[in-house]
C-alpha cells in the first residue's frame, strides 16, 4: 500500500530492487538515476564494498506529476543481494509497493536466482505480504554473456505468475528504461484503484 498523507496531500510508493547479489540491481538504479532529470531527484546513495557488493542498500527518490491532486513519488530502493545481509534486505522490504527482480543470466548462477527469490518469498510472508498479487516486474540481466540460461527456462523457473519480464544489459543501459517502466505502471495502476476505492465516484 503507498503511503498517502492526506493532510499534505502526498503519496509515496516505494519500489524495490531485488535478485542475487552481483545481477545488477545497483547498476539498473544507477542507470535509471542518471536518466531522471537533476530538479526532481534526490543523490542517489549507495554504500558498497570493493568489488560492486553492496554492503548497506541502494537509494534515491524521485517526484512524478501530481496524481488525483496528491504530490506523487518514487522511491528507490536496491537491497544488497548477499545471503548474509538478510535483515537489511527485509528492512528495506518493510513498506513495498513494486518489486523488480533482476535474475543473472549467468548459467552458473541458476541456484542463486532460486534461491533469492525463495528468500524473497519467505521475506514477503514474514510481513504479510502477498506474493501473488504484489505488482512484480523481472528482468533477466546479463544476456550479453555467452553461456544463459534461455528466457523460457527462467520463465518456468522463476515467473510462475506470468508477470511481465524483460531481457536486459544492464551495464549498455539495454532493457533498464523498459524494465522501470513497467512497474512503475503496475504502481500506479494499484495507487489509482486504492485511491478510486477510497474516493469512490467522485475520483477519476
Ligand atoms: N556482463 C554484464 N555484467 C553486468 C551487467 N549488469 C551488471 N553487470 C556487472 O555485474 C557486477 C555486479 O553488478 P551490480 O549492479 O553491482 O550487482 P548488484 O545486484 O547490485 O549486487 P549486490 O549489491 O551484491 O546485490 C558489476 O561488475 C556490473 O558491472 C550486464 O548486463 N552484463
Ligand atoms: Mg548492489
Known amino acids: 500500500m503507498p503511503i498517502i498523507n492526506y493532510r499534505t496531500r502526498e503519496i509515496n510508493c ?9 545481477g ?3 547498476t539498473n538504479i544507477q542507470n535509471i538515476h542518471g536518466l531522471v532529470p537533476e530538479a526532481s531527484r534526490t543523490k542517489l546513495s ?3 564494498t570493493e568489488g560492486d557488493r553492496t554492503l548497506f542498500f541502494d537509494y534515491f527518490s524521485m517526484d512524478l506529476e501530481e496524481i488525483a491532486g496528491f504530490k506523487t513519488k ?3 530502493y536496491g537491497v544488497p543481494g548477499q545471503p548474509y545481509y538478510r535483515s537489511t534486505r ?3 522490504l518493510n513498506g513495498v509497493d513494486g518489486l523488480v527482480f533482476v535474475a543473472d543470466s549467468d548459467k552458473s548462477r541458476v541456484e ?16 504479510g505480504y502477498d506474493y501473488q498479487t504484489i505488482p512484480l516486474v523481472y528482468q533477466y540481466n546479463k544476456r550479453d554473456l555467452f ?6 527456462e527462467f520463465e518456468e523457473l522463476l515467473n510462475e505468475r506470468g508477470c511481465r519480464s524483460f531481457e536486459a544489459v544492464a551495464v549498455q543501459n539495454k532493457g533498464v528504461v523498459e524494465t522501470f517502466r513497467a512497474i512503475c505502471a503496475e504502481v500506479i495502476q494499484r495507487l489509482n484503484a486504492t485511491l478510486a476505492q477510497q474516493y469512490g465516484s467522485a475520483y477519476r
Do not use: A
Open 14 to 22: 516505494k519500489i524495490v530492487y531485488v535478485g542475487p547479489s552481483l
Open 24 to 26: 545488477g540491481k545497483t
Open 46 to 48: 549507495s554504500i558498497d
Open 74 to 76: 518514487f522511491l528507490i
Open 90 to 92: 527485509k528492512m528495506v
Open 112 to 127: 542463486d536466482n532460486l534461491e533469492s527469490l525463495q528468500d524473497l518469498k519467505e521475506m514477503l510472508r514474514e510481513y
Open 147 to 152: 553461456y544463459v540460461t534461455p528466457v523460457e
